[in-house]
């Protein structure tokens, strides 16, 4: 059990709270001093001292329960409500008018859809690799950023499924063909293709996800319902809190719950874009039958979520005043995480280009080539700049603990790895083995609308995950107290 009693107890008397001067637009504390006390008291480098059981609880429900919601809030959902109302129109359309719509074609076939559904599920890896892996690491700094990145994990899949069901042109019969099925004509789904395993991963992925995150809120649910004053609100949570009390039964089984989750997730962040990159290198189109693809797209896709994850929590960090939660420190191990993943990123540019050159093959060479200096070129070089040139001024500590900068990086890597998949999707496609086939590929108004609107039903529903629901683990911040760690001094004291 560990310090989990020290959640589910009463606290222990509490000191005075250390002055905390808040300095810089951003409200970074600055406490030199009182922070090396804090941490030898037992507190954690990861929470800003004076924080107690009571006030984390506190400041993090009342974004739900109490504070009044930021204009920003309402102005931010108002513009992604109103690109989620774009994807209604755009699917609407597709479904009036087909695929055709879609600037789709021989031989780019596959177009936006590929694209975007290959960056939505790179998206989401970060919330995985917080949640699984760094919890088995033990890593504290992840406690205040996996809730949000589990979330938009999920939201970022439920984006990601929409390209592929809509590419088969019959959406209402994409079940019916994607999953298999016996049937009086002995039509089976082929089991040797990547597609059918995509469909496999990705569900395993979505369901995992979901499961994950959801008993990772119950104690917080408890938390919220315990606190709401609406006799709605008190249901709601209490029904979803499934009957939490905290008692030391549920906190056994939720750890037990917690690690058989993540030891089977933590294969899922490496499986599931690895079987993604098999679309692309189990074919024999140049620039896609590469074995570096694997481990080249994991990479890619943690490099991509923890840009997104940055993103996100910037902005709300400083909307909602979370700088005893979300510290520099975090900013600074995220943006380091983001630093090497886009490394391993730029090692993979390097290693497609010697590849292409020194095999002798001259496909492989063209493609290459085409890349560097056909017509798609500008969006070639400019991808490197933002995947390999900009995150270099990572290396630097004030770019990484500098919420402006690091979120402009992060911008830049956003839109590089978005480009990525363009390069390779539709300048391997464009340009294959029979210079008869080529063809130019020019995405149409339908194709944006569609991609704008995907982006519009992400961040509604993270902006409704932050006005529903704790978007901080409370009861995880709580063991970085110095509470959590403080011993009974006399004889029958209680923590």
């Known amino acids: 059990m560990g310090g989990r009693s020290a959640r589910v107890g009463a606290p222990i008397a509490q000191g005075p709270k250390p002055k905390a001067d808040l300095n810089s637009r951003f409200g970074v504390y600055i406490v030199p001093d009182q922070s090396q006390e804090h941490i030898a008291a037992g507190g954690s480098p990861f929470l800003a001292p004076g924080n107690t059981f009571t006030s984390i609880t506190d400041k993090i429900t009342s974004i739900v329960l109490t504070r009044r919601t930021p204009l920003v809030w309402f102005v931010g959902f108002a513009v992604a409500f109103a690109l989620l109302q774009l994807l209604m129109l755009s699917l609407t359309w597709i479904l009036f008018r087909g695929v055709g719509v879609w600037g789709i074609n021989q031989p780019v076939g596959w177009g936006f859809a590929i694209i975007n559904f290959v960056w939505w599920i790179g998206i989401g890896h970060a919330g995985t690799l917080i949640s699984a892996i760094l919890l088995l690491f033990r890593a504290q700094w992840r406690m205040s950023i996996s809730r949000a990145a589990e979330a938009m994990t999920v939201f970022a899949v439920m984006c990601a499924a929409i390209f592929p069901v809509f590419h088969t042109g019959r959406p209402w019969l994409a079940i019916y063909w994607l999953f298999p099925y016996p049937n009086v004509m002995g039509v089976w789904p082929q089991f040797r293709s990547p597609l ?276 901080i683990s409370i009861f995880e911040i709580r063991t970085l107290s110095p509470e959590a760690h403080a011993h009974p001094k006399e004889e029958g004291a209680h923590v």
Not at 425 to 434: E, G, T
Request: with cysteine; proline share 5%.
């Open 196 to 471: 059918i395993w995509d469909v496999f991963a990705v569900s395993t992925y979505a369901t995992v996800s979901v499961v994950f995150w959801y008993i990772g809120l119950i104690p917080d649910l408890a938390s919220m319902r315990d606190r709401a004053k609406n006799k709605l609100a008190q249901v709601a949570y209490g029904v979803f809190s499934l009957g939490w009390r905290g008692s030391a039964r549920h906190w056994q089984r939720y750890e037990l719950a917690s690690l058989i989750l993540a030891g089977l997730s933590t294969p899922l962040v490496l499986s599931v874009h690895t079987v993604v990159s098999f679309d692309f290198a189990a074919s024999l189109l140049p620039g896609w039958h590469a074995t570096i693809f694997p481990p080249y797209f994991v990479a890619g896709a943690v490099y991509a979520g923890f840009a997104m994850v940055l993103t996100l929590m910037i902005p709300f960090r400083a909307i909602y005043g979370l700088h005893d939660f979300i510290t520099e420190r975090h900013l600074n191990n995220m943006a380091k995480v983001t630093l090497v993943t886009g490394l391993i990123v730029f090692y993979g540019y390097m290693m497609e280009a010697f590849f292409g050159y020194y095999s002798a093959n001259t496909y492989e060479h063209y493609m290459i080539w085409n890349r560097q200096h056909g017509p798609y070129s500008p969006i070639y070089w400019f991808l490197i700049t933002c995947n390999g040139v900009v995150p270099q001024s990572l290396w630097s500590k004030r770019v990484r603990t500098s919420p402006v900068l690091l979120f402009a990086v992060c911008m830049f890597v956003n839109i590089g790895m978005w480009l990525e998949r363009f390069v390779i999707v539709v300048v391997s496609l464009s340009a294959d083995f029979l210079p008869s086939s080529w063809d130019m590929y020019y995405p149409t108004f339908w194709d944006w609308t569609t991609f704008a609107g995907t982006i519009g039903l992400f961040l509604t529903m993270f902006y409704v995950f932050v006005r529903l629901l704790p978007m």
